[in-house]
């Protein structure tokens, strides 16, 4: 694989959607991802308690 292929990969960002019930996909992305749907369990455990 050339470094060429390389970066255009690394470049590329995929977006998804978070629930409150979390994913194994954002487990995969390790803390960045646990960071993000903690974020949204947060914000969901708001908007329920108003």
């Known amino acids: ?7 255009t990969r690394d ?3 995929e977006n998804f959607q ?3 019930k979390g994913s194994l ?4 992305l390790g803390d960045v991802g646990l960071r993000a749907w903690r974020k949204v369990k947060q914000e ?3 908007k329920d308690v108003e």
Do not use: D
């Not at 694989?1 to 970066?7: D, F, I, L, Q, Y």
């Not at 996909?25 to 995969?28: D, K, P, Q, V, W």
């Open 25 to 28: 996909g954002l487990l995969a």
């Open 18 to 20: 978070i629930t409150p």
């Open 44 to 46: 969901s455990f708001k």
């Open 1 to 7: 694989m050339s470094n060429k292929e390389n970066n």
């Open 11 to 13: 470049n590329s960002k």
